[in-house]
């Protein structure tokens, strides 16, 4: 269960990762991000995008390695860093549960929600 866990969280993310690019880039769909209030995201924004794409990149890092393909599985930064990862999901979800953009809430809060259930996975494993 583990290796698939893995593979969903890590498409998800690489998924993310196109999405949030694309804003970067001027795509109309800032409705789905940062509270869904503006169409196309003002600079401020697309940086906290491309913030997002390294963070996204590090939480790939933390999910390979704990899953067996990069070294330190079983490292205390490596655990702790995957219970956090699961923390984090879990507040998305509430954050996302919440949002003012109804689009927002309706493709970002399960979208969390399989991040959150992919990451526990993986971390008890």
Do not use: D, K
Not at 25 to 32: I, S
Not at 61 to 80: E, K, T
Not at 101 to 118: H, I, K, Q, Y
Request: with cysteine.
């Amino acid at each position: 269960m583990t290796p698939f866990a893995l593979v969903v969280a890590l498409a998800v993310l690489a998924a993310l990762t196109v999405f949030q690019i694309a804003l970067i880039c001027g795509a109309p769909w800032g409705r789905l991000a940062w509270g869904g209030a503006h169409r196309v995201l003002p600079l401020r924004l697309r940086i906290g995008s491309a913030v997002s794409v390294v963070l996204y990149a590090v939480f790939a890092i933390v999910l390979l390695s704990r899953g067996g393909l990069l070294p330190g599985s079983h490292s205390v930064l490596v655990v702790a860093g995957t219970w956090v990862l699961f923390g984090y999901f879990v507040l998305g979800i509430v954050l996302n549960g919440i949002s003012r953009s109804a689009a927002e809430r309706w493709t970002m809060t399960p979208v969390c929600a399989m991040l959150a259930g992919m990451t526990l996975i993986v971390a008890l494993s």
